[in-house]
Antibody, heavy 120, light 108 residues
């Protein structure tokens, strides 16, 4: 069965960086891309960007351009998302999920989420 | 980026039909996906490609998309359907996904 398992919760200070990992299993990793979607407390879903697993091509939402990097490691079927220059309003649950949202099948499997807390 | 228009909340009695809408100019020309999110859980895809159901999603869930409105319909609503529901499309101009603001479905 398809599984996306994310790394554990993080607490960071403003200005720091955070890296969240997402390990995929149960399907051919290089056949799908991975999106990152975040959800601030009590708020809706916000798409941050996505990366194709087979060649690492990435596309980021304009809001995060310049401070986000997504990378993929096909040897371990893992995608990492690094967010830099953290601010308090980056406090959110970060999800990795299979698919870009641009294909016909949507974003079809989601990780369990990683809580990132930014606080001084 | 923009956010698709969804009503913040919808209430329905058990056994009745819930309709959750997602509005955007000419959304009928785009592909719409729908996600269900229960408190403390990750979202789950319940409808893709406007009206298709993933494996394991009950037939009570259906979708339609035409003109300026996409609709998620839940028939014979059960208490377990209480959740937030989000629509999503792909913005081809900017090459990114766009979510609706979410609708909280309350089962009375």
């Amino acid at each position: 069965q398809v599984q996306l398992v994310q790394s554990g919760p993080e607490v960071k200070k403003p200005g720091a960086s955070v890296k969240v990992s997402c390990k995929a299993s149960g399907y051919t990793f290089t056949s799908y891309g991975i999106s990152w979607v975040r959800q601030a407390p009590g708020q809706g879903l916000e798409w941050m960007g996505w990366i194709t697993a087979f060649n690492g091509h990435s596309k980021y939402a304009q809001k995060f351009q310049g401070r986000i990097t997504m990378t993929t490691d096909t040897s371990t079927s893992t995608v990492d998302m690094e967010l830099r220059s953290l601010k308090s309003d980056d406090t959110a649950v970060y999800y990795c999920a299979r698919g870009s949202g641009g294909g016909p099948r949507g974003i079809d499997f989601w990780g369990q989420g990683t809580l990132v807390t930014v606080s001084s | 980026s923009y956010v698709l228009a969804q009503a913040p909340s919808v209430s329905v009695a058990p056994g009745k039909t819930a309709r959750i809408t997602c509005g955007e100019n000419n959304i009928g020309s785009k592909t719409v996906h729908w996600y269900q999110q229960k408190p403390g859980q990750a979202p789950v895809l319940v409808i893709y490609y406007d009206s298709d159901r993933p494996s394991g999603i009950p037939e009570r869930f259906s979708g339609s998309n035409s003109g300026n409105t996409a609709t998620l319909t839940i028939s014979r609503v059960e208490a377990g359907d209480e959740a937030d529901y989000y629509c999503q499309v792909w913005d081809t101009t900017n090459e990114h996904a766009v979510f609706g603001g979410g609708t909280k479905l309350t089962v009375l």
